[in-house]
């Protein structure tokens, strides 16, 4: 496994998409979505192919393969975890992950006057399950507020807990401020005061190595397609004997070992929790882009992305106007104004220059609120990111002051 950082030029040349249309273009939307590299989309392709069938339920020699190279992805995802493969459930995606815990365990084991705690930098997805569970069982949802800098403080974490506290819900990187949270420490944190950690991952496991045993997490999840893999997929792991006291959210073929009018027995889990034919294509998919970010090394991944973080962060400061958010510790998510410009316009002004940035709310309303700042834009980086795109962001930013002529 490679330690050293890369060339992300080079790394450009395995993805399609920067060799024919986006050859030149500086994308820096990763965080919402990340381009496919010839890896993923060849496994895909060669699935569909050569081993396509339903898995878990053809007795012929073609199902059988359909579902080793399944079942082979859900082990890719386990070891990429630090987990086991008994404790990795497919599910669509982050968003499905967190439904699916809020409705099958939160169900089990939030009961009225119980506490969830959120932080105020979650983005909807790891807020609107809770607080519809919250308002469903009589329990309350319980904001641990960012610092000024845009960092979480454990220790105003420990003055919210309380002997009610059940969960607390974090994300692992902020997709707004590009903070990287410090979840070893929320997990001692919140195991001491007897409460189950819920991690978004969906930010961090294209950005850094995860280990869930070392971090101590209860559940953790993330999507595919974040991950350089395909859409419709995710991971979610939670703790063997916690997914062995869950009750399934959704029911159907591929949930059940025997059904009769009077009674129906179900799988263990995980396929407890994967109702109806899963993205399978979709797993292999998945399966392939964690070998080939294996094999540029993740270690390699992160300290090429926190030299182009460090870049990009000291080229932003520099542009007079910019309000930068978030910590100086951070992953390479950039959210920002520049003077009064909405940031549409600055998306609408960097696209006609060749770059392509996200500009909104960015699914995170209560955040957007604690900042002040309803819309901002935001660039985000990826493996294929290199200096060159940093510079034509900044080049896009002076183009913007000029046409609105910003003193």
């Known amino acids: 496994m490679k330690t050293m950082p890369f060339s992300p030029t080079q790394i450009r040349r395995q993805f ?9 273009l500086a994308y820096l939307d990763s965080a919402a979505t990340a381009q496919k590299p010839d890896a993923v989309l060849d496994a895909m392709r060669d699935f569909y192919a050569n081993d396509y069938a339903n898995v878990h339920r053809g007795a012929y020699g073609l199902a059988a393969r359909a579902t080793e190279r399944f079942e082979s992805a859900r082990t890719k995802v386990a070891q990429f975890l630090g987990a086991q493969p008994n404790e990795i459930v497919f599910t669509k995606g982050t968003t499905e992950a967190v439904n699916l815990v809020a409705n099958s365990w939160g169900e089990q084991n939030i009961k009225s006057g119980d506490e969830i705690v959120v932080s105020e930098m979650e983005h909807h997805a790891n807020i609107l399950p809770w607080q519809r569970l919250a308002e469903r069982k009589g329990a309350r949802l319980t904001v641990w507020p960012i610092e000024d800098d845009g960092a979480l ?3 105003r974490l420990k003055d919210l807990l309380t002997d009610r506290t059940r969960l607390i819900a974090v994300t692992h990187v902020s997709n707004v401020l590009g903070t990287i949270n410090p979840i070893r420490e929320i997990c001692s944190i919140g ?3 007897h409460a189950a950690v819920f991690v978004d991952g969906a930010q961090a496991v294209p950005k850094m190595a995860v280990d869930v045993g070392e971090l101590g997490c209860d559940f953790y999840a993330f999507s595919g397609h974040k991950l350089y893999g395909p859409t419709g997929v995710g991971a979610l792991f939670v703790k063997r004997p916690i997914l062995e006291s ?14 009769s009018w009077d009674k129906t027995i179900y799988c263990d889990p995980p396929y407890l929790f994967e109702a109806g034919t899963p993205p399978i294509a ?10 080939y970010l294996n094999e540029i090394g993740m270690a390699a991944i992160e300290e090429t992305e926190r030299e182009t973080t460090e870049y990009a962060l000291g080229a ?8 930068l958010f ?20 600055i998306a609408t002004i960097l696209d006609g220059c060749g770059v392509a940035i996200r500009a909104g709310h960015h699914c995170a309303h209560p955040l957007a609120k604690r900042l002040g700042a309803p819309s901002t834009a935001r660039a985000s980086i990826g493996v294929y990111t290199d200096r060159d795109h940093i510079d034509a962001l900044i080049k896009g930013l002076q183009r913007v002051r000029e046409v609105f002529k910003l003193a």
């Open 16 to 24: 399609p998409f920067f060799r024919e249309g986006g050859r030149d």
């Open 153 to 155: 403080n454990p220790k």
């Open 191 to 193: 195991h001491g005061a």
């Open 246 to 259: 869950m009750s399934p959210w959704q029911v159907g073929g591929g949930t059940i070992f025997d059904v």
């Open 282 to 291: 979709e797993a292999v998919g998945l399966g392939a882009a964690i070998d």
């Open 316 to 323: 932003l400061r520099q542009i007079a106007g910019l309000t």
């Open 326 to 345: 978030g910590p100086d510790r951070r992953a390479g998510v950039f959210a920002f104004t520049l003077g009064d410009v909405h940031p549409h316009d």
